[in-house]
């Protein structure tokens, strides 16, 4: 939603960088607020993440909704004071916990790092971390580890996968990032990728196989003045990776 009208298409670092969220209270408002990530919760209902705007005082703020399974609001808080925290990605932890992942300017590493929270059913943060280089570093996504349930569903452990992309250098730019946490928010298992595919690589899907103890990655690459190309790649718990790349006569876009 932008100012209450249809939003038909979304560039992310065009909206960022002509909008401005103003600390206020935390409650859906008539202003705007654009939601990118969605996850059940355990008990019924969903939960929503995204960012807000609100005005040009203080910028964005990380933007979480909580709803019961009838459709009611639990909790409308924001997150970040930095004036350009912005969340894109939601999973169930567990215990009734939700990691929401993201970026964010308020990073100890320079220009834009990776933003990881854990917040509890009533939206208080349980964890809260920055993550990346020197550079522009941004988590797109998280998806829940723990073994797969009698459902066909991963059985969350309370850790997480988060990924997205990071840049690395001016040879490679932007690479395929992924990162491994336990329910604690501190680094396990492969603990933290970068897949360098040499070219401008964007992730901003993630998921958890649970049978095979991977967290694999969606997103393309761009190459200028070439044909963008869809790209998925894994890594396994010992830090191994393949990546395979889709299409090669259009612009390809996972």
Known sequence: RLNNKAETTCDCDRFEASHGAEEGSPKVSTSSELLYGLTP?????????????????LGYQGLIISRYSAGKLRFVKAYGASGSEYLRGAAQA??????????????????????LLRVDDKGKVLHQSYHGGSGTDRFMAVASTGPLGL??????DGGAVVGGYRYTNTTTGYDLWL?????????????EKVILAKGGDY?????????????????????????NQGQIAWVDA?????????????????
């Open 41 to 57: 919760r355990a008990a019924g209902g969903t939960v929503a993440v995204g960012y807000r705007y609100l005005g040009k005082s």
């Open 94 to 115: 567990s215990k009734g916990t939700t990691w929401a992942a993201g970026y964010t300017s308020k990073g100890i590493k320079g220009g834009y790092d990776g933003w």
């Open 151 to 156: 459902d066909g569903l991963v059985n969350p």
């Open 179 to 191: 990162k491994q946490v336990n329910a604690t928010g501190a680094t396990t298992g492969f603990k």
């Open 203 to 227: 992730g901003f899907g993630v998921t958890w196989h649970s049978a095979a103890q991977r967290a694999i990655i969606a997103g393309y690459r761009y190459d200028a003045g070439k044909s």
């Open 238 to 254: 010992k830090g191994a990776s393949a990546l395979a790349k889709y299409g090669d006569l259009g612009s390809d876009i996972f």
